[in-house]
């Protein structure tokens, strides 16, 4: 039979099925300081190991255990790793160990590894830990002509076991170690911090005090410098950038005008690493003596101390530790002999390895640069996010005089539209301080566009912003309405106000609202200014973003919830539990959440499903509950098939369950809009609503001719997102034919990619296409310093 359809395109996609662990053996080990989410990195990487085919073994207490040999090398079965997702610290333990520094002590660690034809290791730590591992893969092949003169083991042993692979996992909760944008245990140690600083707030504003907190980073400021972003603090102390000389008299001249300015209270956040330029300490009690010797404030210290390493990982650290441990067994069973030790990695949202050893140097340079007093040049090593960060932060702490800020002439209105989502205050607080830095006049708009068109528009000042960052809603109201049916009264209350640009923090409401305000331009000659759309909504749907202001919170709501229920059945008998995530048609609330939380099955729109993979999955969890599992969890988008409801799979898996497991059902509901933002959503809020900003005060500045504001080409609407790797600002205009409209979502999303890797970690045989990842890239050395590029988050 003639086949007359089109040849098909060559794929090109990789699928790991090729690469077969059969007869390798993987081991995981954990080293130096605890972080949370280690957990999450050795089930990845036990559970992926075991999926290809390999032995997998712990190697309990680190390299202590390698070296001690024994019961501390013990093989993982695929229930071993259940249940410790949510745990926080390491269950193999984790140990600092001076033998494993002497020739001796790795020449027994190599022989405890070659008697289980251990050759793979996959190592989890800072950077200490990986230099140790990178130096035992060195010598090892002289460690093993060793152990066969000494007759320990024979010439075979030697052959079979020539070459070790090793594959690094960076736990650390420093964020200290170059290449990776987030370190595992980073963003659950910001949480604990955040945590302190919101209920220390509400003590220091009853009493009109001031706050002194020191946290941890003896040679990393990430900790300090973040915490002080997502709560606002009045001064931040860190060591890769000691204050300038006189900065005591700087601060407390700051400290008082916030105090004349009606704000009661101040917050100090100090490293406890940091110096100042002449390399001596900076403690958190010289600060406090001071501010009390010289302001007379009622000041109080606080060290948080190893309440940063503890506590239950965020729901980022469980991804980033799930896609690491993944990533790493397949760089393992990818490496050949020639193949460096690597270390995988997150930038921006993308996986990526790097060579270890160009990370570690780089890492040390940073420490070089801090003790030669060459602080610039220690910041720019640092990478990217954290420049951006103390960018930021430079720029929203320092308030200029009225009489030392530039006057644009220029007005500014910001405005919230769609659901509330966590982060939109703080989105708000720094477009309006980066505003009135720039000399613009801004503007707050109440109940997004309804207010726009209604005149709810006033001016908003410095003041009026502050302590915004840790609120969650919209303090200044937002409401679904969009503007297609009131251009005409819009138009008009842009010319009352004299409204020269347009920042919308909002959703998809938000996106179609500013598309017809932009497709309005011809008619209305008011709406031919710059406007610009920073995505915020718990569901993340927004076309030309990888990520939206408010989704990290709602992960984090739905993950924590996930913990409480599975927790509220131990005891009992085998338990699966239906829960049903907000997102409209969108599927990344349950999709990631269910990676979070540790899902067995996970219900999508975006993945169609029948009675027969309802069927399958039931049958998949009987099986498993037949071994030691006890609990199961199936999370089910709120939209993802009409006639397939929350009600109809709780009576199919209790039905189909009877005699193996009872069933229960949850409703997450509105508590995904809801709390406090999370310190990744207060940090990404504050940054992307500054780069927001600029681009105005540049729009507005290319689009000012002859006397007034004038700008109607596609380029001048745009939304920023996050894409792969930078911040990127798209026309709106291009952005239509990536929208599927009907069911408010884009046409392509990345997140689809993470859902083999849940169903792996759920042991379910699957196809995962791998062609992101494989490709070994380099540090980045010397960049050139330009402001305009889109830096990673």
Same mark, same amino acid.
């Given at each position: ?30 080293? *130096? ?44 079965? $695929? ?7 949510? !745990? *926080? ?50 010598? $090892? ?34 964020? %200290? ?5 987030? @370190? ?106 001071? !501010?009390? @010797? ?71 340079? !940073? ?47 910001? =405005? ?30 109440? %109940? ?14 410095? *003041?009026?912003?502050?302590? $915004? ?11 679904? @309405? ?55 909504? !718990? ?12 989704? %990290? ?35 990344? =609330? ?77 409703? =997450? ?30 729009? =507005? ?48 999303? $990345? ?17 995962? %296409? ?24």
């Amino acid at each position: 039979m003639a086949n007359n359809a089109p040849p098909k395109r060559q794929d090109t996609r990789k699928f790991f099925e090729n690469l077969s662990g059969e007869g390798k053996s993987i081991a995981v080990l954990t080293s *130096g300081g605890d972080a949370q989410g280690m957990n999450a990195a050795v089930r990845a990487a036990v559970r992926m190991g075991l999926y290809v085919g390999a032995k997998v073994y712990f190697i309990h207490e680190g390299y202590q255990g390698m070296v001690d040999g024994g019961d501390n090398i013990q093989e993982a079965s $695929w229930e071993s790793v259940s249940s410790m997702l949510q !745990v *926080g610290g390491t269950v193999i333990g984790s140990a600092r160990c001076k033998e494993f520094r002497t020739h001796e002590g790795r020449l027994r660690a190599a022989l405890n590894l070659v008697q289980r034809n251990i050759t793979n290791l996959c190592v989890i730590g800072g950077d200490g830990s990986l230099t140790g591992a990178n130096l035992f893969r060195e010598e $090892w092949s002289g460690l093993l002509q060793e152990l066969r003169e000494q007759g320990q083991i024979d010439q075979s042993a030697v052959d079979s076991n020539s070459v070790l692979h090793i594959v690094g996992m960076v736990g650390s909760i420093d964020n %200290d170690f170059c290449g990776t944008d987030m @370190t595992i245990g980073t963003d659950s140690a910001l949480h604990r911090i955040i945590e302190v600083v919101d209920a220390i707030m509400t003590t220091a504003q009853s009493h009109q005090r001031t706050f002194v907190l020191e946290v941890m980073g003896r040679h990393c400021g990430y900790l300090a410098l973040v915490s002080a972003l997502a709560c606002g603090a009045d001064w931040v102390f860190i060591p890769e950038m000691p204050p300038e000389d006189g900065w005591e008299d700087s601060m407390c001249q700051k400290l008082s005008e916030n105090r004349a300015d009606k704000k009661r209270l101040n917050i100090i956040i100090v490293a406890e690493g940091a110096i100042d330029q002449q390399n001596k300490s900076i403690t958190a009690d010289n600060i406090k003596n001071m !501010v009390v @010797t010289r302001l007379g404030f009622d000041t109080r210290v606080t060290i948080l101390g190893h309440v940063q390493r503890g506590g239950t990982p965020s729901a980022f650290d469980r991804i980033l530790a799930s896609r690491m441990g993944v990533e790493a067994v397949l760089a393992l069973l990818e490496a050949s002999a020639d193949t460096p030790a690597c270390v995988v990695s997150l930038v921006g949202n993308q996986a990526v390895r790097l060579p270890l050893m160009e990370c570690v140097q780089m890492t040390q340079e !940073v420490q070089k640069a801090m003790d030669e007093k060459k602080f610039e040049e220690a910041v720019r090593l640092r990478g990217r996010s954290f420049e951006n960060n103390l960018t930021t932060y430079r720029l929203l702490s320092s308030r200029k005089a009225d009489s030392e800020l530039p006057t644009s002439n220029f007005n500014v209105a910001v =405005l919230n539209v769609g659901a509330p989502a966590a982060g939109m205050n703080a989105a708000v607080r720094s477009a309006v301080r980066v505003g009135i830095t720039e000399g613009h006049k801004m503007f707050a708009v109440s %109940d997004g566009f309804e207010g726009l068109y209604k005149g709810q528009i006033k001016e908003i000042t410095w *003041g009026d912003v502050g302590g $915004w960052t840790g609120q969650g809603g919209s303090l200044l109201g937002t409401k679904r @309405t969009l503007p297609g049916k009131h251009l005409a009264q819009i138009a008009h209350q842009m010319k009352l106000h004299n409204i020269n640009a347009l920042l919308v923090i909002g959703g998809f409401e938000a996106y179609v609202g500013l598309s017809e305000l932009a497709a309005a331009r011809d008619a209305h000659e008011e709406l031919c200014v710059p406007m610009v759309m920073v995505p915020a909504t !718990v569901s993340n749907n927004i076309p030309g973003s990888d990520l939206s202001i408010g989704s %990290d919170t709602a992960l984090n709501a739905i993950t924590h919830t996930c913990d409480r229920i599975k927790q509220s059945a131990s005891g009992t008998k085998r338990r699966v539990f239906i829960i049903e995530t907000m997102g409209g048609y969108c599927g990344y =609330l349950a999709t990631v959440g269910g990676l979070a939380a540790g899902a067995d099955s996970v219900y999508i729109y975006e993945e169609p499903f029948d009675i027969r993979d309802l069927q399958a999955n039931v049958e998949h969890l009987t099986e498993k509950m037949k071994t030691s599992i006890q609990r199961g969890i199936v999370l089910r988008n709120e939209n993802c098939n009409e006639n397939f409801t929350t009600d109809f799979m709780y009576q199919l898996y209790s039905e189909e369950g009877k005699g193996v497991f009872d069933c229960r059902k949850n409703i =997450l509901g509105h508590m995904q809009q809801g709390g406090a933002p999370s310190p990744f959503d207060r940090n990404f809020s504050t940054k992307i609503a500054a780069k927001a900003m600029q681009w105005i005060t540049r729009s =507005l500045q290319e689009s000012y001719k002859g006397g007034r504001v004038f700008a109607n080409s596609e380029d001048t609407a745009c939304l920023l997102g996050m894409r792969r790797r930078a911040l990127v600002f798209q026309p709106l205009s291009h952005l239509q034919k990536e929208t599927d409209f009907v069911h408010r979502i884009p046409k392509e999303q $990345w997140w689809l990619k993470l859902r083999p890797l849940m169903k792996i970690l759920a042991k379910y045989k699957t196809s995962y %296409d791998v062609s992101d990842s494989g490709q070994l890239e380099h540090l980045a050395r010397v960049r050139p310093k330009d402001t305009h590029t889109s830096a990673a988050i």
